[in-house]
C-alpha cells in the first residue's frame, strides 16, 4: 500500500479492558501513544470527590488504589448492549446517563489522538465485536447504534464499523508471505470472537474483501468472566459464598456475584444491600464469612479485591499459584489460588469456547485439517487453558501470537485508509 501522506481517519478498539487508537502514517507505528508513552489507555474512569473531577486510564487506577475518595468504573464496553445504557449513574452527587460515561471515555480517545497527531480526526472506523449480545439481533443492532449516537455527539462526522477480529486479521496479513487459511481468535475482556479468513500478500491491497470472509462468530466470554469465576470459586467462599442458612438451604448469592462482576460491585455498598444482608445474617449457621463480607462493604474494598483477582489470573499464565494477602479486611486473612483451581473455575466457559469454535468452522464448511494457521490476539487470549483448548481443535495449524493489546487498533488503522483515504 503506497503510504505517502498520512490516513485522514483513525480506527478506535474501544476494548472493556484496554483501548487503543490507530493511525497510519508513513514509516511511523499504526498505533497512537495515549498514556505515559504507552498504546494502551485501560477503559477505566475514576471521578474524583475530592477535586470534582474525571481521570483516566493507568491515573484512574492509581488515584483510586491510593486512597481518593470517589468512584471508579470499569468494562464500560459491557454497558452496550445491557438494560443499563437507558438508565442514570450517580457521579459527583448528579445524575449522569451512562450513555455519557462512554461518551467522556470515547471522547478522550480522540482527544488523545488528536493531540499526538496534531490534527482532528472526523472520521472512524470502530472496532466491534462479533455479537455484543449472544443470541438477541435487536439488543445487538441497538448497542451498535448506541456507539454511532456517541460517536457524533463527541464530534466524528463519519462513523463506520469493522468486526474487531477481521481487524486482527488485517494485521497479521501485513506480515506473511503466502495465502493461509487462518483461524482468528480474539479473546477480550467482554467477548471471544472467531473469524475464518483467507489471507495473503497479493490480497491486501484489495478493497472488497467479503468473499475471503469464510465465516465469524462469537461468544458473550472475556477476561472479566474468568475473573469471575476465579472470583467466586476462589475467594468468595471466604466471604460467605456457599454458607448454610439454618433452614440447610445455601445463602442467596446475589451480593458475591455483584461483588465479582466489575460494573456491578457498587450495588453491594447499598443501603437496600446492606440491609438485606444484615437481615440475612440471624439466619446463617456460621457468620464468620458473612460478617467479613460486611467488613469489605464497610472497608469499600470491592475494586480492590477484583484487581488483586485480575492480576492473580494475569500471573497465573505463567505461575503455578498465587498468594494473596488479605489483610486489608481482617488481619492473617489470605489465601492461596492455584492455576488448576482456575482452570477447573473456567471449563464451563472454555466448553462454549469450544463449542462456538466448532459452530464456526460447520457455517464455513471447513474441515479442521485444513486450517493453516490459529491467530491469537485479545488480552485474555494468554491463557493456557484457554489456548490449549483450541488449539487441541486444529491438530495442523500453527500458532501466531499477535501483539495481543495492538493487533486489533492496528488492522482498524489500515481499514481505515481503505475506506476514508
Given at each position: ?24 502514517r ?72 451512562f ?30 465485536p ?28 463519519e ?8 481487524a ?81 438451604a ?43 463480607l460486611f ?8 475494586h ?40 477447573s ?17 460447520n ?5 479442521v ?53
Amino acid at each position: 500500500m503506497k503510504n505517502e501522506s498520512p490516513a485522514r481517519a483513525c480506527g478506535i478498539d474501544f476494548g472493556t479492558s484496554n483501548s487503543t487508537v490507530g493511525w497510519l502514517r508513513p514509516g511511523m507505528e499504526s498505533l497512537i501513544a495515549l498514556e505515559d508513552g504507552k498504546i494502551t489507555l485501560p477503559s477505566v474512569v475514576f471521578f474524583n470527590m475530592e477535586e470534582r473531577r474525571p481521570v483516566y486510564g493507568r491515573l484512574a487506577l492509581h488515584e483510586y488504589l491510593e486512597g481518593y475518595e470517589g468512584r471508579l468504573m470499569r468494562s464500560l464496553k459491557s454497558l452496550l448492549g445491557s438494560k443499563l445504557i437507558k438508565h442514570d449513574t450517580s457521579v459527583l452527587g448528579t445524575a449522569m446517563p451512562f450513555k455519557d460515561l462512554l461518551g467522556l471515555f470515547i471522547g478522550q480517545l480522540k482527544q488523545r489522538a488528536e493531540t499526538a497527531a496534531d490534527r482532528p480526526f472526523d472520521e472512524v472506523v470502530l472496532g466491534r465485536p462479533v455479537h455484543f449480545v449472544d443470541d438477541d439481533a435487536a439488543a445487538d443492532q441497538e448497542a451498535e447504534d448506541t456507539l454511532v449516537e456517541v460517536a457524533h455527539k463527541i464530534g466524528f462526522k463519519e462513523v463506520s464499523f469493522q468486526y474487531e477480529p477481521i481487524a486482527a486479521a488485517f494485521d497479521y496479513e501485513s506480515t506473511i508471505e503466502r495465502e493461509e487459511l487462518v483461524l482468528i481468535v480474539d479473546i477480550g475482556g467482554g467477548t471471544s470472537d472467531f473469524s475464518l479468513v483467507r489471507l495473503s500478500p497479493e490480497r491486501r491491497f484489495v478493497d472488497e474483501r467479503h468473499d475471503d470472509i469464510l465465516a465469524t462468530g462469537g461468544v458473550h466470554i472475556g477476561g472479566t468472566d474468568f475473573d469471575k469465576q476465579l472470583s467466586l470459586q476462589g475467594v468468595m467462599p471466604l466471604f460467605g459464598y456457599g454458607s448454610r442458612m439454618k433452614s440447610q438451604a445455601y445463602m442467596p448469592t446475589s451480593h458475591h456475584m455483584n461483588l465479582a462482576t466489575w460494573h456491578t460491585i457498587n450495588a453491594v455498598y447499598s443501603q437496600k444491600s446492606q440491609i438485606a444482608l444484615a437481615s440475612m445474617r440471624y439466619d446463617i449457621v456460621d457468620t464468620g464469612g458473612i460478617d467479613r463480607l460486611f467488613k469489605l462493604i464497610e472497608q469499600r474494598a470491592g475494586h480492590w479485591l477484583a484487581m488483586e483477582i485480575e492480576e492473580t489470573k494475569i500471573q497465573l499464565t505463567e505461575a503455578e499459584s498465587r498468594h494473596v494477602p488479605l489483610d486489608r479486611i481482617q488481619p492473617g486473612l489470605s489465601v492461596e489460588l492455584s492455576r488448576a483451581l482456575f482452570e477447573s473455575a473456567i471449563e464451563a466457559l472454555l466448553t462454549r469456547v469450544r463449542n462456538s469454535v466448532s459452530k464456526l468452522l460447520n457455517d464455513a464448511g471447513v474441515s479442521v485439517d485444513l486450517v493453516d494457521t490459529v491467530f491469537f490476539t485479545g488480552g485474555s487470549s494468554g491463557i493456557p487453558a484457554l489456548r490449549n483448548s483450541v488449539s487441541a481443535m486444529l491438530p495442523n495449524a500453527r500458532h501466531v501470537e499477535g501483539n495481543i493489546f495492538g493487533s486489533i487498533g492496528s488492522g482498524l488503522a489500515i481499514e481505515a485508509k481503505k475506506r476514508y483515504g
